[in-house]
């Protein structure tokens, strides 16, 4: 296998850290951007990383809204992999557009415009999300078959309904918009659903990350409305954005979700079997009539209802296993690591 200089922006995050690893692993040489390279906690996977691999892993600070700040961590590198964006649970969020919208537009402009001074870099891989495919769950009953496909673009989200979905479907079409004006690099994106299993940095904000924390922690013992997600493994998504890096022929988007939705009951009853309190997790699904009667006291709309409650739908990521090679793991097993991972860094133990 070849190797080369990657850069990660966002290297503490999420789907980042098992990437740099990943890359790692491979023997290929990373650049990864953090926010600060003074917040030690964020920093202990990747200087561990550092420890393991030797000189292969090299650290940057860069911030997604001051220009040029990925310049330094750029040079030299053939592939960037854009993963940084904000995020923000939905009651954080009191400016969409300050928050949520511009630092997710702005960083990808930002960092495209280091691409653009970079004349080493060939290929940009980017981690967008289905929800730039679909606003809400009713939006896909309009897709051809009333299957999720990366046909679609979301049209439906706004700042005020979902500024989250808003700011990555706006930035995913910027980069479109920025690769078309010119020839030398080419750009893959990565539109993952629900990223679920094992995190490697305990400090991640990642919505998903706070979801099933919530409920291993026995918050939601009550139950759960009938509300379906389309979920990934993240070790699924980082051989993704590895694959799409090295493939030639990888283009365009692909999507990264299991074929079949799964709800938030039978979630709960896989993490049930591993969990040393399985009482506090949620057994029964809570009627729809119940959910329409009390949803509105616990932040779900009406109209939020009406579009996701009861609503399941197949997915085609055909693409994503033809082309890059994706062999999609049991969810179970997903849930048991991802479980198993929390529990561990609970109890202080390192990830890596």
Known sequence: MSTSIHLVTGATGYVAAHLTRMLLETCHTVHA?????????????????????????????????????????????????HLASPFLLPEKITDGRRQMLEPALEGT???????????SVRRVVMTSTVGAIFGDYIDVRQ???????DAYFNTTSTLETNPYHL????????????????QRWSLVTINPGMILGPSLTPES??????????????????????????TVDVREVAVAHLRAAERPGAHDRYILADKQMISFVEISKVLRRVHPRPWLLPRHTIPNWVVRLIGPAFGLTPDYIRKHLGIRFPV?????????????????????????AWLRQRSGEPAL
């Open 33 to 81: 951007t953090v926010r600060s390279l003074g917040n030690a906690g964020k920093l202990r996977p990747l200087h561990a990383l550092q420890q393991r691999f030797a000189k292969r892993l090299s650290l940057f600070e860069a911030d997604l809204l001051t220009p040029g700040s990925f310049d330094a961590a750029m040079a030299g590198c053939t592939v960037v992999h």
């Open 205 to 230: 904000a990642s919505g998903s990350l706070f979801l099933l924390d919530e409920m291993l922690r026995g918050v939601l013992f009550y139950g759960m409305p009938d509300l379906s997600l389309t």
């Open 143 to 149: 897709m051809k078959g009333g299957v999720l496909s």
């Open 316 to 340: 085609d990521n055909q693409r994503s296993m033809d082309e890059l090679g994706i062999t999609y793991r049991p969810i179970g097993e997903t849930l048991t690591d991802h479980a198993r």
């Open 109 to 119: 402009r930002n960092v495209l415009a280091s691409v653009e001074r970079t004349a």
């Open 167 to 182: 700011s990555k479907v706006e930035a995913e079409k910027e980069a479109w918009r920025l690769h078309g004006l010119q």
